[in-house]
């Protein structure tokens, strides 16, 4: 049987490469038709014979400058992966290490999405309505208004493919909804957003972060950097709010539905963030992931080649680009 | 007996006046050394005789621009209210209006407190260790690091003297804690705090919206855009996680613990925000605050002047900077 093959990450981050271990051989447990191999430059101790191992070089660390590191650690962990990304050796790579190094890394290595300038780290929230996708979460600090418009029609050939959202709902992140509001990017935006009539995206305006979780929107664009303290927010009041009431109300850690809500709003049932916009499955996961949250991430990762979503993305891309005026396009 | 007196805006916002009389009757209700006046150009309708009224000319509308309109209106609600603080015929001042405007207004007409170059909106959440401040929250969107330094001191001040806190613990808010995270500014920032041995605060670094509330830090400085996305992020998808908690148990609605630490959580406790940084009173609520956020705004009002807030600030501000070396002050 031909199988799926999806490359791991052990050298560089912040989590112990045997939690890293330990969660993929729980989800080769459920995938039988997936390889895993590891890329690290110690092997893992213990390693069942259904696992493989490519040693690499000197690893990039957390604190290493993107840039420089992929340039000059072509043979770290990290790089290679990428590169068995481009080479078409893995269906995908998930990593835990250095954010600005893997967008660096697979910027130089992989081909891009039509249209598309610059890939933006995608992932989801719960929302009123299911899972919002948001875009970017921490690849590009700062962005044009022409990247945030390439979001928008990334983000929403990725809600019409995976979630087979027809016409998805697409809203700037911004602290008001009025036009003028915000950044002059943010406002040059919203402009161009509005004019783009097209099949691509329902442009719905700004939204703040105290109504977007009840909005009905299903793409969320935002800056890297706004877009990670958005996530990161979320996902820590989220957390708080469920343990401040634990503490005043103990019986309901007794509760299974109590406990399945709030696995709802954990990061661990994210499945980590997809580099979107390069031409490969490349995941970046916490640097501080548990074993749960990278179970979870392995398991996106699958859907995500399973159901060719990087083929498909590229047609509604096509599609999406094609539908918008002539000057919003690059 | 003498009263204090607090002018509250009618003019401009999206709230109905008559939500905010209504606000304002409650607070007067337990405030008995309190006298209240409205400004706005239409007299709200059947106004108890405890009230009083100044009619004031065309009012700032949320859509208009905050330095033009602020030169325009000279005489709208917005601006006669800022005024009645400069003159110290007012002892604070509560707008739910233009929040540009309002600074700008501010920012013109009032002293502001030492080696403060542009006031910051100041609002506090609940965490772990009870509340933290937060600022700046929307008034200035973009800022250099000694902005942000300012803002440290100023809210290390406020935190001493509103909530006791010897030596307030002082956090960045970042997308990482490593210090090459983050914008220019943002890594500036961290390393002029982090020289600054001083009595003005503890600074321990730079914190993810993941980790904050948790980590007992007692003041978080953003510029005013993160900082704008932060609250509405944490108050949004607070509210929201409680009500698909009480989704999937309805009986959850019935238990007074949990009606209390909703409470907690909702913006409608958080007073508003505390124009910080000038010398008055000014206080800024949500465009569309409900009665109860407002009686509570006025409430917290009611403490800042009782308390004698903004005198004991400047005497903490002034001790905090010369604390400070040399360079890290204007």
Redo the contacts between chains.
């Keep these: 049987m031909l199988k799926w093959r999806i490359g791991i990450d052990l050298g560089g981050g912040d989590v112990d490469p045997q939690t890293i271990v330990k969660a993929t051989c729980e989800a080769a447990a459920t995938l039988a038709e997936d390889e895993f191999v590891f890329f690290g430059n110690i092997a893992p101790k213990n390693l069942p014979s259904t696992l493989s191992f490519v040693k690499t070089k000197e690893p990039i660390l957390?604190?290493d400058?993107p840039l420089f590191s992929v340039k000059k650690k072509p043979d770290s962990s990290l790089v290679t992966g990428i590169r068995g990304v481009k080479e078409k050796k893995l269906d995908a790579f998930l990593s835990c290490g250095n954010t600005g190094a893997l967008i660096v890394s697979a910027s130089l290595e992989l081909e891009r999405l039509p249209h598309i300038l610059r890939p933006a780290l995608l992932t989801n929230f719960?929302?009123?309505s299911g899972r919002m996708v948001v875009l970017d979460v921490?690849g590009n600090?700062?962005t044009k208004a022409e990247q945030l418009i390439q979001f928008a029609v990334l983000g929403a050939s990725y809600a019409r493919v995976r979630f087979g959202i027809a016409l998805p709902r697409v809203a700037l992140?911004n602290?008001g909804t009025?036009s003028?509001k915000?950044?002059g990017e943010l406002r040059l935006a919203w402009q161009k957003m509005m004019e783009a009539k097209g099949e691509a995206f329902s442009f719905v305006g700004n939204v703040?972060?105290?109504?977007?979780?009840?909005s009905g929107v299903d793409v969320l664009v935002t800056n890297?950097?706004?877009g990670?303290?958005?996530?990161?927010?979320?996902?820590?009041?989220?957390?708080?709010?469920?343990?401040?009431?634990e503490d005043?109300?103990p019986s309901l850690r007794e509760?299974p539905?109590?406990n399945?809500?709030k696995g709802?709003?954990n990061?661990e049932s994210s499945q980590g963030a997809l580099l979107s916009g390069v031409d490969g499955i490349v995941i970046k996961c916490h640097g501080n992931s548990s074993e749960k949250a990278l179970f979870e991430a392995i398991l996106g990762a699958h859907e995500l080649y399973k159901n060719r979503i990087i083929d498909k993305m590229k047609e509604t891309l096509i599609a999406g680009f094609s539908a918008l005026s002539e000057k919003e396009r690059l």
């Design positions: 957390p604190s400058h719960p929302s009123s921490g600090l700062i992140l602290i009025e003028i915000g950044t703040e972060g105290r109504d977007v979780f009840t890297g950097f706004a990670n303290i958005f996530l990161k927010t979320a996902e820590g009041v989220s957390s708080f709010a469920f343990q401040y009431a005043r109300m509760r539905e109590w399945e809500l709802v709003f990061y």
